[in-house]
């Protein structure tokens, strides 16, 4: 996409240098992993944190863990401006998912700084903490904390000894202050985040700008039939569980086709399975999904 003219430019190979510099510290067997609470988020966040300050913005980690670099406005009181998205990642979770936000909200910062512009409003750059499913079994822990979101009982939640309460203080958080730094100073939020899906690739579209988010409904649905011997068992005697599982599968296929025809998004997943007894020549007693 061409730049407008009153457009800032921006140094594409120090966006490239971030996310490379954040793609050298992962597991090295499973590139590209840098889970949330793991000494090795904690190295991305160090590497992090030394190319904010390198950037001239003022760093800290806030109660709920996120990391956040701070330039401040010409006009106090007006209330911030926050970019940024998440240095975590899922397990192989690629170079790029959150990186990208967190890599190119930096080069906006740096632009500002090398363009000599101030913003009347104050302007933060974030990393959140653990946007990903983390170790605790739950996502975006950072950006509900910061917003005072984090549901009741989520702090007590553990991995083994530690609770997500500890996990938040080691990454430098706060979790007792939570309640009294909840931010409600944020004028505008801007994340940029890669494509997750295919659409802008196959349509050739460099960008496109989010109008709605995916709204998640999990379901569990558990189909009883009667385990009998899958030799001596009679066709016309038999009550499947998997062969009328399997029919819903195909339903549920045929169902989200047909709304996905519809305005907005739409789909559905069978994304789990379970079969019992699970053995050759047992008939299915019983399949959740
Ligand atoms: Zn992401």
């Not at 954040?22 to 949330?36: G, K, N, S, V, W």
């Not at 080069?107 to 750059?125: C, F, P, Q, T």
């Not at 991995?159 to 430098?172: A, F, H, N, S």
Request: aromatic share 4%; charged share 25%; proline share 3%.
């Amino acid at each position: 996409m061409k730049a407008r003219e009153s457009n800032l430019p921006v140094d594409a190979k120090r966006i490239a240098d971030t996310i490379k510099g954040l793609a050298r510290i992962t597991e090295p067997d499973r590139p590209y992993t840098r889970r949330a609470f793991t000494p090795l988020f904690l190295d991305g966040r160090a590497f992090l944190e030394q190319q904010f300050k390198a950037a001239g913005l003022e760093t800290r980690i806030d109660a709920a863990g996120n990391l956040i670099g701070r330039r401040k406005g010409r006009r106090s009181g007006l209330g911030t401006i926050m970019l940024g998205s998440h240095s975590d990642t899922v397990p192989e979770g690629g170079r790029f998912d959150g990186i990208a936000g967190v890599a190119s909200a930096l080069e906006v910062a740096r632009s500002l700084s090398d363009a000599g512009v101030h913003l009347d409003h104050d302007l933060e750059i974030v990393d959140f903490l653990a946007e990903e499913v983390s170790i605790f079994g739950v996502s975006c822990i950072g950006s509900r904390g910061m917003v005072g979101l984090l549901p009741d009982g989520w702090l007590s939640r553990a991995q083994g000894d530690l609770t997500l309460r500890q996990g938040i203080v080691e990454v430098g958080g706060d979790s007792s202050r939570l309640a009294s730094q909840k931010r409600s100073d944020i004028r505008a939020f801007l994340e940029l985040h890669i494509e997750q899906g295919s659409v802008l690739e196959k349509e050739k579209c460099d960008i496109g700008v989010v109008t709605a988010i995916a709204g998640i409904t999990r379901i569990e649905i558990l189909v009883e039939g009667q385990a009998d011997h899958a030799g001596t068992t009679p066709m016309g005697g038999r009550r499947d569980a998997l062969v009328a599982a399997s029919r819903l599968v195909v339903a549920i296929e045929k169902l989200a086709i047909e709304l996905s025809k519809g305005e907005g998004h739409f789909t559905a997943t069978v994304g789990e399975f379970s079969i019992e007894p699970n053995a050759a020549n047992v008939v299915p007693r019983g399949r959740g999904f």
